[in-house]
Nanobody
Framework: QVKLVESGGGSVQAGGSLRLSCAAS????????MGWFRQAPGKEREGVAA??????TRYADSVKGRFSIYKEKPNIMYLQMNGLKPEDTAMYYC???????????????????????WGQGTQVTVSS
């Protein structure tokens, strides 16, 4: 079981930026695939961005060009969010799967069912 702790959420105006952080209880840099998911009230949880154990990345179409996911050794993952929109308002969750000998793979990276380890979430609110 990997413990994940998110931070960095908050309230910003449209067009603003936030950086979310996810700290893991184990070294996740090169053996875990990890992702950011979000859930707005009344909506299903959706994948936002993911980074595989080989550091390849995948983004939801709705955030491409605005969000950037990256890892820092040994156990931190970030989500840099620029150009925030009101529709980005949601609870954001960090997730991790591993350790793995091979990556999760592009087709699975944004599937929430791929990840057994989850953080408690951090709220992001974007006002117009």
């Amino acid at each position: 079981q990997v413990k994940l702790v998110e931070s960095g959420g908050g309230s910003v105006q449209a067009g603003g930026s936030l950086r979310l952080s996810c700290a893991a209880s184990v070294n996740t840099y090169s053996t875990y695939c990890m992702g950011w998911f979000r859930q707005a009230p009344g909506k299903e949880r959706e994948g936002v961005a993911a980074i595989d154990s080989d550091l390849s990345t995948r983004y939801a179409d709705s955030v491409k060009g605005r969000f950037s996911i990256y890892k820092e050794k040994p156990n931190i993952m970030y989500l840099q969010m620029n150009g925030l929109k009101p529709e980005d308002t949601a609870m954001y969750y960090c997730a991790a799967e591993g350790p793995r000998q091979y990556g999760c793979g592009w087709h699975y990276m944004l599937r929430n069912t791929e990840y057994p380890n989850w953080g408690q979430g951090t709220q992001v609110t974007v006002s117009s």
